[in-house]
């Protein structure tokens, strides 16, 4: 039995000598962990060694017993040095490799902002606000809209060519049932909503059957205003609407009221502002007249008064429709109604 315990050890202290020649050797955690697998593992050298013990007498197994044990440990806490420093050093490289530079610039993300039309819409909802109106929005102001509320109740006679299909949009929902081709159709529904006084604007989009050119698209955007009450007057249309101008051009630019006519307001008128590309001398823009036109305006017809029970005998009122588009051109010099709606980026992202 001797004979076995002497090779016990020796196998024991060859184990013992390779390990600690391999522990030596080893660069990096990885290879410790794989030390550990080949010699300490349950299925490793050692273990294998170890299985031998049964055969030996009671005290051998105490002698070599006690060798494998305290080889064992020698070898777990040189691997266990070695491992703490090697983990130390590989953590450190790899904090160091992912470090995170909290104070380099960021990426640029382009931020997205409100397009000319609805800022210039919101101006002039806000100039009108300031001025005691409110706006009215969707159920007084729907897009699509009947023969009815588009033409019949404002006035708008049975063969007035407006209601040709040459210029107006008409659905295939039901033979009255039209794009909307303009706001005053807000007017009728608020005043059958509503008793006087009455102050309010709805703005929106309306359709038009046109050729599209420079200055015609066939949809665009209106903002319809509407006041009635007791006593109201041409002076107080003029009045309104002056301040309004004043206002959103940031001065006093020349205004002029022209006669004209529409089926819903009498009298009725359109207003002009000074051209601002050429200050009134005459230019390609203004035709050579020095004017443009910016809305359409008027006394609410006692027909249409009368039309939504409200006695024009009692109450007076007056109404006006201005093109969103026309007014954003005019103070930020676009000369193409097209470039509010081809999205082109060069174009929308000056209006910040
Ligand atoms: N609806 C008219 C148009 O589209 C504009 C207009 C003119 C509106 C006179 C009004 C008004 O309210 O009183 O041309």
């Known amino acids: 039995?001797?004979?076995?315990?002497?090779?016990?050890?020796?196998?024991?202290?060859?184990?013992?000598?390779?390990?600690?020649?391999?522990?030596?050797?080893?660069?990096?955690?990885?290879?410790?962990?794989?030390?550990?697998?080949?010699?300490?593992?349950?299925?490793?050298?050692?273990?294998?060694?170890?299985?031998?013990?049964?055969?030996?007498?009671?005290?051998?197994?105490?002698?070599?017993?006690?060798?494998?044990?305290?080889?064992?440990?020698?070898?777990?806490?040189?691997?266990?040095?070695?491992?703490?420093?090697?983990?130390e050093k590989e953590l450190n490289e790899k904090l160091q490799k992912e470090r995170l530079d909290v104070t380099m610039p960021g990426q640029f993300i382009p931020k997205g902002h409100t397009h000319l039309l609805t800022s210039t819409t919101e101006e002039i909802c806000s100039i009108f606000r300031s001025l005691g109106f409110s706006v009215v929005e969707d159920e007084f102001a729907p897009e699509v809209e009947t023969e009815y509320y588009n033409f019949d109740m404002l006035n708008v006679p049975k063969d007035h060519p407006a209601r040709d299909v040459q210029d107006t949009f008409f659905t295939n929902v039901a033979p009255n049932v039209v794009l909307r081709s303009q706001t005053s159709g807000a007017q009728i529904h608020a005043m059958e909503a509503k008793k006087p006084p009455i102050r309010i604007i709805a703005p929106g989009r309306v359709y038009r059957n046109e050729n599209i050119n420079s200055r015609k698209n066939n949809f665009f955007h209106q903002i319809e205003g509407l006041y009635v009450d007791k006593g109201i007057t041409f002076g107080d249309l003029k009045g309104v609407l002056n301040e309004f101008i004043r206002i959103y051009f940031g001065e006093s630019r020349p205004t002029?009221?022209?006669?004209?006519?529409?089926?819903?307001?009498?009298?009725?008128?359109?207003?002009?502002?000074?051209?601002?590309?050429?200050?009134?001398?005459?230019?390609?823009?203004?035709?050579?007249?020095?004017?443009?036109?910016?809305?359409?305006?008027?006394?609410?017809?006692?027909?249409?008064?009368?039309?939504?029970?409200?006695?024009?005998?009692?109450?007076?009122?007056?109404?006006?429709?201005?093109?969103?588009?026309?007014?954003?051109?005019?103070?930020?010099?676009?000369?193409?109604?097209?470039?509010?709606?081809?999205?082109?980026?060069?174009?929308?992202?000056?209006?910040?």
């Open 1 to 87: 039995m001797k004979e076995k315990e002497k090779i016990m050890k020796e196998q024991l202290e060859k184990i013992y000598s390779d390990a600690s020649a391999d522990i030596e050797k080893a660069v990096n955690t990885k290879d410790l962990e794989d030390i550990k697998n080949k010699y300490l593992s349950r299925k490793g050298e050692f273990n294998e060694i170890k299985k031998g013990l049964k055969d030996l007498s009671i005290e051998d197994k105490k002698v070599v017993g006690a060798l494998a044990n305290e080889i064992t440990q020698k070898l777990e806490s040189a691997i266990a040095d070695k491992f703490k420093l090697f983990y």
């Open 256 to 352: 002029r009221f022209r006669n004209s006519f529409f089926p819903f307001t009498e009298p009725s008128a359109e207003v002009d502002v000074q051209c601002i590309m050429c200050q009134g001398k005459g230019c390609r823009t203004c035709s050579g007249t020095g004017w443009l036109e910016i809305l359409g305006a008027g006394m609410v017809d006692p027909n249409v008064l009368r039309g939504v029970d409200i006695d024009p005998d009692v109450y007076s009122g007056f109404a006006f429709g201005v093109g969103v588009e026309r007014l954003a051109m005019l103070k930020y010099a676009v000369d193409d109604i097209r470039l509010f709606f081809n999205n082109d980026v060069r174009f929308t992202a000056q209006f910040k």
